[in-house]
């Protein structure tokens, strides 16, 4: 690169800062400037997801940056979903039909603190911490920052600015605001929210539940989750309708009514929950929604990346993994980057917001299926044989959930039309009872390709 150019990136979480040590590593100045604290020398979690499910297409982008192994190295396996019935019973409901394929509990906290522990060592990268960005100017590339310990206003300026900042971007704000070209918005809330729990390690330190699995109990209209922590400890999400139903997050006003719920339809967690009502009290219920705009970019100076361009709930774990793969993608179209960022631009859109919308809406699909049709029987029948069909065909079934999780090289748009084509087909396939014991393996998997192609030619479902 003859120049460097200087480039502006608003929002140091985990897009930001993966963002920031790509760029650096081609050769560009990096401005990296974030509202929050430095979350290495204070805990600002806030109430937000303390560890996230991290998954091939986050690996990949880790890849790129060579941090792999480093991520990996604080990570815990999940093989599959542990179902936890109103019995107390469970059972385990693998991700794949493949040992190696597997989904890996990561702490927020310790992958952005190595992201920025590696982004701070290049040395044409600066990292500022507690200064708000106020408004870009998206004409010139500069943004209004205030300091929010000396109250002080700052104004910085790039050859390029990227927002990096999360669903409440101020900088897609900006661009709202702006009437020079048309902007395109919604925000769509579920009518239910989260909040963040706990199940402690036991005396000694060891896991109270299966360590390698993702916990759910999944109970109709409401589900628990936990995902396990390097220290013996699971996190614990409770996703509860704010005013519908017996008990929801308005009508639990006290410890006992809280208690009540959880005995009632979360008994064995409870159990191990001993500070359930502190915990519920203290921690903030947090809203679940998705973000979708258009376009990303203004004047071939601005650009929206990650949670900032397509917030999504985070029923498929792929929030982390889907920011991260813009990343990836953004990274091949810089590839080709002759000057014309107004170009480059266009051709990052083109290229990712097909996909950003499938995975926003196949996490709402998620939602529905992990709350009500996990325990199911006749999803468990075709889970049983989706499971089947990767461990004996690998190279010839992948279920919806293996392309989306393990086949990083397929975008999303393409594993939701393939995969909702698929399940279609193998409901329709088991409640017509044409999948029995009495036929092969090689039978049901040419069953199933037959009525799935069928699905896609015909189906304008499968084809949004």
Request: net charge negative.
């Amino acid at each position: 690169m003859e120049k460097q150019e200087k480039i502006l990136i608003i929002g140091a979480g985990l897009c930001g800062s993966l963002l920031a040590l790509r760029l650096a590593q081609r050769g560009y100045e990096i401005d990296l400037v974030e509202k929050r604290p430095d979350l290495r020398k204070t805990d600002i979690a806030a109430g937000r997801s303390i560890n996230l499910a991290f998954s091939n297409r986050g690996i990949k982008a880790m890849k790129l940056v060579g941090l792999e192994k480093k991520a990996l190295d604080i990570c815990i396996p999940m093989n599959g979903r542990m179902i936890h019935n109103t019995e107390s019973e469970t059972f385990l409901s693998p991700y794949s039909g493949l040992e190696e394929e597997y989904i890996n509990s990561i702490s927020r906290t310790d992958l952005n603190a190595l992201l920025l522990d590696e982004a701070e060592k290049m040395p044409n990268v600066t990292i500022s911490f507690n200064k708000e960005c106020k408004k870009v100017n998206l004409k010139e590339g500069s943004a209004e920052f205030q300091d929010y310990n000396t109250k002080e206003k700052i104004t910085k300026t790039g050859s390029i600015v990227i927002g990096t900042d999360g669903a409440g971007s101020s900088l897609r704000k900006s661009m709202m605001e702006d009437h020079g070209f048309l902007f395109s918005f919604s925000q769509d809330y579920l009518q239910h929210g989260y909040k963040e729990l706990s199940i402690l390690a036991d005396k000694n330190g060891d896991f109270q539940l299966y360590k390698n699995a993702l916990h759910i109990w999944p109970r109709g209209e409401n589900m628990v989750i936990a995902l396990p922590n390097l220290d013996g400890s699971f996190t614990v999400t409770l996703f509860l309708s704010y005013e519908e139903g017996e008990y929801n997050f308005k009508n639990l006003t006290s410890a006992e009514k809280v208690e009540e719920y959880f005995e009632k339809n979360y008994p064995d967690a409870l159990k191990l929950m001993p500070n359930l009502a502190e915990e519920f009290f203290e921690n903030p219920t947090g809203p679940l929604g998705t973000v979708k705009c258009s376009p990303w970019h203004s004047y071939g100076k601005t650009l929206l990346m990650g949670d900032a361009a397509h917030a999504i709930v985070p029923f498929y774990g792929q929030g982390m993994n889907a920011s991260f793969e813009d990343v990836v993608v953004f990274d091949e179209i810089l590839n080709n980057h002759t000057g014309d960022w107004n170009e480059t631009f266009k051709r990052y859109q083109k290229e990712r917001k097909k996909d950003t919308d499938a995975i926003a809406d196949l996490a709402i699909d998620n939602f529905y299926e992990m709350k009500e049709h996990t325990a199911a029987p006749i999803f468990q029948q075709k889970r049983k044989l989706e499971t089947a069909l990767e461990e004996e065909f690998p190279a010839e079934y992948s279920s919806k959930y293996r392309l989306v999780t393990f086949q990083e090289e397929i975008g999303y748009q393409e594993a939701m039309q393939r995969g909702r084509a698929q399940d279609k087909a193998m409901l329709k396939l088991i409640a017509e009872g044409k999948i029995s014991d009495d036929i092969s393996m090689k039978e049901k998997l040419k069953l199933v390709k037959k009525e799935t192609q069928h699905i896609l030619e015909n189906d304008e479902l499968t084809s949004l």
